[in-house]
């Protein structure tokens, strides 16, 4: 990117990051639009480092500077009653308990093991972005269990759909948990369901999630180099 300098953000650029990611609908964490408490917690956070490009004194873009990848976002009207979802033998589905939250968070961290440059999000953050935001709902929390263990974990908030996934032993229930959410989404009121899908993934997300009945709604391509 011709003429942008890089810098690291600091807690004065909370204002220029929410604006930047409200100004292209990249809003997260089950919020329906980018809140400056959220982006001040990601600039507190000794964890996470974040870069800012600017261009001509003012910001064009943000993130981490390390790769190059494809991020998808997915979309099902929901007009009509979604395919009843098939559980594979022995699964069950349920809402998710608070005592199971710990347990949440191991399957979700094994879950997303393959994911583009994942690195295994503590107890603390995790649920910080699932459990303790506003809009969460423990009714839209499902659990697939095999017997007591969790075969596959759905988080769900009524603005933006949690990625529906399977650990990889029973990855089966991955479609039935999305089918199942989207009819209780439905019984709800809502119209469509959208959720962020790894493209790059190994384990053929867009391709699952197209036979669920979902459509690429919008891409986006993060261009990074590292300095």
């Known amino acids: 990117m011709s003429g942008v300098r890089v810098r690291p953000a600091t807690t004065g650029d909370v204002d220029a990051i929410t604006q930047l990611m ?3 609908g990249t809003a997260v964490h089950g919020e329906s639009e980018a809140a400056p408490t959220t982006v001040l917690e990601w600039l507190e956070d000794p964890e996470l480092v974040i870069r800012l490009g600017e261009r001509d004194g003012r910001l064009a873009c943000y993130g981490d500077i390390v790769f190059s990848a494809d991020g998808t976002r997915m979309l099902v009207h929901l007009d009509a009653a ?3 979802a098939r559980w594979p033998e022995g699964i069950t589905v349920r809402e998710m308990r608070e005592c199971e939250q710990r347990a949440t968070h191991a399957a979700g961290n094994e879950a997303f093991a393959d994911h583009w440059e994942f ?3 503590p107890y603390e ?3 910080r972005w699932n459990f303790e935001r506003a809009n969460f709902d423990r009714s839209l929390s499902f659990l697939a269990l095999d017997d ?6 759905c988080l769900c908030s009524m603005h933006w759909s949690g990625d529906p996934i399977g650990r990889r032993e029973s990855r089966p229930s991955r479609t039935a948990l999305l089918l199942h959410s989207f009819a209780v989404f439905r019984e709800r009121g809502c ?5 962020g899908v790894d493209a790059e993934s190994t384990t053929g997300p867009l391709e699952l999630y197209e036979r669920a009945g979902m459509h690429v709604h ?3 391509d993060t261009l990074e180099k590292l300095l």
């Open 22 to 24: 409200n100004a292209h």
């Open 82 to 84: 979604p395919e009843p």
């Open 148 to 153: 007591d263990e969790i075969a596959g974990i």
């Open 218 to 220: 919008r891409c986006q």
């Open 119 to 121: 690195e295994p999000a």
């Open 191 to 195: 119209t469509r369901v959208g959720l």
């Open 125 to 127: 953050r995790f649920a």
